[in-house]
């Protein structure tokens, strides 16, 4: 048995019919999920990391001979949450807001040098394109902040993905 199972008093299939049911948890699942393709995909190519798991931290850092490189995961949106050219989207903000103020709930650029973005919600693959952070857009009003819904590019529809990257390698 699981120790999630014991803790839960639940089988491991009630569980997992629970996170089916509630679309938030799925959402939230889908991310750690995500988080895990990326670190075995990181695995496969030998590079050195490090999950970082705590709250308002990107997710990875990268140890390179240049010094660490951080990287944050996202999904992009499911269904038709795409760009009328078919892009995908990325709803690019963090879920807490400190102090009612709005701009906390924007990333900032020195936050993290590259973005991950996992295709998987539009393709159904566990597949990521990649971006340094200072190529993402700011944000209009917050121009310190990066903007909070980033175009990613449909890989089936176009092979000009310019500034993102298909291998990580590309950009450390």
């Known amino acids: 048995m699981h120790p999630l199972e014991n803790e839960f008093a639940l089988s491991a299939q009630e569980i997992l019919d629970i996170v089916s049911r509630a679309p938030r948890l799925k959402q939230a699942v889908k991310g750690w999920i995500a988080e895990e393709h990326l670190a075995r995909y990181f695995s496969s190519l030998n590079l050195t990391f490090n999950r970082i798991e705590r709250d308002g931290e990107p997710d990875?850092?990268?140890i390179t001979p240049n010094g660490?490189?951080?990287v944050e995961c996202k999904n992009v949106m499911s269904g038709s949450n795409l760009y009328a050219n078919g892009d995908f989207k990325v709803d690019f903000q963090k879920t807490r807001n400190s102090m009612n103020k709005p701009q906390s709930r924007f990333y900032?650029?020195?936050?993290?040098?590259?973005l991950a973005a996992c295709l998987h919600n539009q393709t159904g693959r566990w597949e990521f394109l990649f971006i340094r952070t200072r190529d993402l857009p700011r944000d209009k009003e917050y121009y310190d902040c990066l903007k909070k819904q980033v175009?990613?590019?449909?890989?089936?529809?176009?092979?000009?993905i310019e500034p993102w990257q298909r291998e990580i390698m590309d950009l450390l």
């Open 68 to 70: 660490r490189v951080r």
């Open 60 to 62: 990875f850092e990268i």
């Open 151 to 160: 175009r990613v590019p449909n890989i089936h529809n176009t092979t000009n």
């Open 108 to 114: 900032k650029p020195d936050e993290f040098e590259i």
